[in-house]
């Protein structure tokens, strides 16, 4: 069995209950990979992409700031594979307020669940990585890494921080062999919205027609540019922010 679990690719994408994280789990699901499906709060969401995937992999509960949650995931993907092919760092929760509006608990809670995890998530799978013969590290930043989302202060600032991350790491780890690059999505019509007053398609008509491409990025379109960044196609892509938002961050 452990002989056999070191032929299969293995994929772990954090966030992957709903969203942009579903798409990319299902797209490495169509290309060959064993996915590790992760869910924090939603474990229905989890089971319905599990399913969805044929369960070939694993659905784990999984808080990536949080030090416990991330090193029972490590030790029961490692009891099934004892390696990790390619580490997807794509679910995050927001408080999108001004700075005014921003309080300091915001702040710790919008900072853990995206620069905490993207630092622990890797970090703790590691040496899971290292039994790969060609790792990739892929963190989900945002095209606000290129201009400030007003109104969204601490996700503006943690974007910042991963991006600064995923330089760093790309310099430590290449000669390692592990590859770390970046996917800088725009803003993505998902249901992660809701709650947000962000559920009108008229807004949502108006955020299409201000993109130079005429639409905003779907769930897929963000899918497809890990499925390069995995691939052999991008065995010498390293330290590169993928950014998938029509050109939009070039506008006024």
């Keep these: ?143 606000v890494v290129q201009t400030p989302q007003i109104g969204a202060l601490a996700y503006t600032i943690a974007s910042a921080g991963v991006e600064s991350l995923v330089k760093y790491l790309a310099v430590e780890l290449a000669p390692e062999g592990i590859r770390v690059n970046a996917i800088c999505p725009g803003t993505t019509r998902t249901d992660n919205w809701i709650g947000f007053g962000l559920e009108d398609d008229a807004m949502w008509g108006r955020f299409a027609k201000n993109n130079p491409m005429g639409r905003v990025p779907t769930p897929e379109d963000i899918a497809d540019g890990v499925s390069y960044l995995v691939s052999d196609k991008a065995k010498y892509i390293n330290g590169l922010f993928l950014y998938m938002d029509g050109g939009n961050r070039y506008k006024d």
Excluded at 49 to 61: D, P, Q, S
């Design 1 to 143: 069995m452990v002989c056999l679990a070191h032929m299969q690719k293995v994929a772990l994408v954090t966030g992957s209950s709903r969203g942009i994280g579903r798409a990319i789990a299902r797209r490495l699901h169509s290309e060959g990979y064993e996915v590790i499906v992760t869910y924090c709060y939603d474990k229905v969401a989890g089971e319905r992409v599990y399913n969805e995937i044929e369960k070939a992999g694993l659905l784990l509960e999984l808080d990536g700031g949080n030090e416990k949650s991330v090193s029972e995931a490590v030790k029961a993907v490692s009891q099934k594979y004892g390696h990790l092919d390619v580490l997807i760092v794509s679910g995050m929760h927001d408080r999108p307020h001004s700075f005014r509006e921003t309080s300091y608990e915001d702040w710790k809670f919008v900072l853990n669940s995206k620069l905490d995890s993207s630092f622990l998530v890797p970090k703790m799978f590691y040496d899971l990585l290292k039994k790969s013969k060609s790792p990739s590290i892929i963190l989900n930043t945002s095209s």
